[in-house]
């Protein structure tokens, strides 16, 4: 494995916070409102924490920029972001919600993207991958329009950068999980949540650990043929 520095997006989520456990390169690792936790976190990893609101515009660029000025060479990005799966009756959606929801969600990423898949592509390539959900294959469940939308967003941004990158050697992929049990499922009723784990061949949801390893994969530089793949982590209930 090599060891570009790589910039973390949603480092101090669950599922950030145990990809750094594992992680032992450079990390510019986005902060938004668990910095303790990152604080705490046992990694061998160098980290350079940047604060990031990624529910506006302003806040999205204000980022970008602290993070260049830390001049560090980006090699690898990692997208996590996303606000919580509320259910919603189509009718009730807000334009706020779901406004907040592509702009975390899918505005964030193309922003990052765009600021720094060209510099990776004259540094030589990279490689970048994200997290979608399930939702993305077969029918998603109701009353989740804008969490589901927004996926499916960043779903056709990183197929169309995989295509465009290739050349640049810059491969893209994601993962596209079933239920995770991490603080996001709250918003969720408890029976929900015990019907997904029914679901699943293990008989539970998934854990940040189980997405660890294939992320790990992804960023790895070991697997250059792997690109434009969206890998379902599902013990088999999802399969696209």
Known sequence: MDKKTLLLLGADSDIGLSFLEEWDGPVVAHVCKKAELLDACKTSAKLYKVYGDFSSKEGIEIFLENVKSLNLEIGKILYLPSLPAIPTKYAKVTDDQLEKT??????????????????????????VAAILTSYCFGAPPKFLTPYVSSKYALYGLLRSLAVEYASKNITVNAIAPSMVETSFVSNLPAFTVEQEAQKSPLGRNATPADLVPILKLMLSGD????????????SGSQLN
């Open 102 to 127: 592509f702009m975390v969600g899918y505005y964030a990423a193309f922003r990052v993207f765009q600021t720094f898949l060209p510099i990776m592509a004259k540094n030589g390539g990279g490689q």
């Open 223 to 234: 697997a250059p043929y792997l690109n434009g793949a969206v890998i379902p982590v599902t």
